[in-house]
């Protein structure tokens, strides 16, 4: 059984920063694509972030571009999604998600679809 817990979320003043952590167990981070994605009050999920199954890649929305980094660290079976110069708009439900093994990279890991298993999500508030 594959369960996803996330953590590290919390209400921050605008230009702070955070680190989400996304702890997985019943599958190896280092052969699954990861991704993160976000919920505001009354939005659809976006998709925020994503990494390769075997690190190579990462891939951002726009909106984060230049100020997240997602990274993974094998050893704990843990990805983070570090997100610096925060704005209001950051403000979500912030989910990670399990996606597939091995992916290849026409996978389109932008999209909410390809992932199996998702987390419970973390709150990030960030005033202004």
């Known amino acids: 059984q594959v369960q996803v817990v996330e953590s590290g979320g919390g209400l921050v003043q605008a230009g702070g920063s955070l680190r989400l952590s996304c702890v997985v167990s019943?599958?190896?981070?280092?052969?699954?694509?990861m991704g993160w994605f976000r919920q505001a009050p009354g939005k659809e999920r976006e998709f925020v972030a994503a990494?390769?199954?075997?690190?190579?890649?990462?891939y951002y929305t726009d909106s984060v571009k230049g100020r997240a980094t997602i990274s993974r660290d094998i050893a704990k079976n843990t990805v983070y999604l570090q997100v610096i110069s925060l704005k209001p708009e950051d403000t979500a439900v912030y989910y990670c998600?399990?996606?597939?093994?091995?992916?290849?990279?026409?996978?389109?890991?932008?999209?909410?679809?390809?992932?199996?298993?998702w987390g419970q999500g973390t709150q990030v508030t960030v005033s202004s």
């Open positions: 998600a399990v996606g597939p093994i091995f992916a290849s990279s026409d996978v389109p890991l932008r999209g909410p679809n390809v992932y199996d298993y």
């Open positions: 019943g599958r190896a981070v280092s052969n699954s694509a």
């Open positions: 990494i390769t199954w075997n690190g190579g890649r990462g």
